[in-house]
């Protein structure tokens, strides 16, 4: 078990004591929890098992796709529909959809009740659970509508990830990578010298992830400066996830990010923080473990439009984070549209 102290909640790893502990000392008027079909079937008999609380249980469908303010109305009419107060508990099970909506739903009831997060997936246990951040995609834009609300708990059981098939645990890795490439070159190195991604000490793992994104998000609560960092690789990785989202071959959030990954990793070298070689051991690290997918960076002006929407902008200039070093990044950097075009060219190349 590990345990990690935030300013106003605390992160705990496998501690079903904890949980049962907090559920104990909260007592809420009523409590809700929310899945899909796939926490519904693998993790909730064992969260049922182990706490023995009586729950409502809200059903939401699988995937981004899902992740809308309809949604959210379906959630918020049936907490309404039980005559919930403002001494509820809402409990999120399941990956980062269901923390973001879940959260984001909980936070704007009545204007705010309580909730926590318990993430399944790896993606949700080293980003989305961490911070803060609630919201919803909306008009095709990914997390247009929200804010930040910190949960009153975030619990963690890495046996969850035992569930999982191969390609949410390798959609979890990137953001592990990322961590790596912005904060801790150590870390970078081990986890790209890995061959076997369900071999590994996933506590140990998950616990210096969530270390890592703490750090930086008490640093920046509301993301007025360093809390930037933790969008390298986002800012063209959420294009491309946005472009593809309804198509019949969508990418995973790892997936997208790993591209954008690669390409912000040129753009670092494009504007002289990185050496060559480095590049080009991001890129080969990134591509050996995703694969090379040439054919989700087209169109590029259709990925230069959505980029036009990111939150990072300002009076209309692409704005990125971007690595200082591999290790260390920077953040509100201005790049020209050139500059991108180029990274995705890069990304296209033959290996």
């Known amino acids: 078990m590990k345990n990690i102290s935030c300013n106003n909640y605390n992160i705990h790893i496998n501690d079903w004591e904890a949980l049962e502990s907090y559920l104990e000392k909260k007592s809420a008027s009523q409590t809700f929890i929310i899945v899909d079909s796939n926490t519904e079937k693998y993790c909730l008999h064992q969260f049922l098992e182990k706490t023995q609380i009586d729950v409502h249980i809200i059903k939401i469908p699988v995937g981004e796709s899902f992740k809308t303010i309809e949604t959210c109305q379906k959630v918020w009419a049936e907490i309404l529909r039980k005559g919930t107060d403002r001494h509820a508990l809402v409990i999120n099970l399941g990956g980062g959809v269901i923390g973001d ?90 986890l790209t010298e890995n ?6 000490d996933f506590e140990s793992i998950v616990y210096q992830s969530v270390l890592i994104k703490k750090q930086v998000t008490e640093q920046d609560p509301t993301e007025k400066g360093m809390r930037k960092i933790l969008n390298f690789g986002h800012t063209i990785g959420h294009a491309i996830e946005s472009y593809w989202l309804d198509s019949s071959s969508p990418l995973l959030h790892g997936e997208a990010v790993a591209i954008g990954m690669v390409s912000e990793a040129f753009l670092s070298y494009r504007i002289g923080n990185i050496s060559e070689n480095e590049l080009f051991d991001i890129r080969n690290a990134i591509v050996k473990m995703y694969g090379h997918h040439p054919k989700y960076v087209k169109p590029a002006e259709e990925i230069l439009h959505i980029m036009k929407a990111d939150k990072k902008n300002q009076k209309g200039e692409y704005r990125f984070a971007l690595l200082e070093s591999v290790g260390k990044a920077c953040f509100d950097i201005p790049v020209s549209s050139e500059y991108v075009e180029e990274s995705l060219l890069f990304y296209k190349e033959k290996l």
């Open 195 to 200: 061959t076997d991604i369900n071999n590994l």
């Open 101 to 190: 909506l879940g959260g984001f739903c909980a936070a704007t009831y009545m204007r705010g009740i309580s909730f926590i997060q318990i993430p399944t997936t790896l993606l949700s246990q080293v980003d989305a659970s961490v911070g803060g951040k609630l919201g919803v995609d909306f008009l095709g834009f990914k997390n247009m509508i929200g804010l930040i609300q910190e949960p009153e708990g975030v619990f963690i059981f890495t046996d969850f990830l035992k569930t999982l098939p191969v390609d949410q645990m390798r959609s979890g890795y990137a953001e592990l990578l990322k961590h790596g490439l912005i904060a801790d070159r150590l870390t970078w190195k081990s």
